[in-house]
């Protein structure tokens, strides 16, 4: 059988360790963050993933289990007032949006968003290259998830030829030094590459073909993509050369196995922050306030909407 051609290969993270947490509730403990995510890549082969199929109720029941913990997460870190970034890249096809909407689902939208930024406008072009990001950076007690980022110049600038070399250059000399400012700043920033094999990213491109629902997902950009393989493999190479910083490491998440994926960057993500359960005391609620007489207006002066099912 073939060896599948991929863009990395992530160290796989251990089951997290639960300790008490400030109100002698169970909670998630200190995670070991791999050696390898802040060094130089290990020079032994990793560990093949898993060959075994994930089944549907396994992944919905870690999911859930994960989903709890989230909402744990985020509640330390509003209560802390720290600020999380969390960067998105990969592939077209990668499945980075559906790793995003499930971590995403279960918090508090109040307190966590997803930056999505579309192609700059003619007044952005002329800007300070990461203005239009830093709008985006959060305040204490928020999580932003960049779904893309400023790593576009990196990547699709850089192949389809959207940029100058000397932008390009640049990008390259301030990027390093712009995330050290912002790890200076007391954001959390993290930094997540998708590795998806050309065989898969192939088999989703058609997937969202035949799709009705999926069709918007593949742009004109994204066929271009297709036949641009390894353009793409080389500028990332080159991305992670200079960007891969040990204030700010580039984490590979093997994407081939989507339910996997989504599980394994969860966890990963849950184990940056080391957090306690502050999960308020069971909430006792009041009687309903009694009637007194009060007639509504008749349900028949309402308009409802059609209701065919």
Known sequence: MAKRKTDGDPPRDEAPVVRKGRNQRAARGRLRIPAAAL???PSAPLEPPPSRNLGKKEYERELRRLDIELVKWQEWIRDQGLKVVAIFEGR????KGGSIKRITEPLNPRYARVA???APTEREKTQWYFQRYVTHLPAAGEIVLFDRSWYNRAGVERVMGFCSDDEYEEFLRSCPEFERMLVRSGILLVKYWFSVSDEEQERRFQDRLTDPTKRWKLSPMDVESRSRWMDYSKAKDEMFAHTDIKQA?????RSDDKKRARLN??????????YEDLTPEPIVLPPRQRDTGYVRPPMEDQTFIPEPF
């Open 39 to 41: 060094d130089s890549p």
């Open 92 to 95: 077209d096809a990668a499945g």
């Open 116 to 118: 999505a930024l579309p």
């Open 249 to 253: 490491p580039w984490y590979v998440v």
């Open 265 to 274: 960057v969860i966890t990963h993500l849950l184990s940056l922050v080391p």
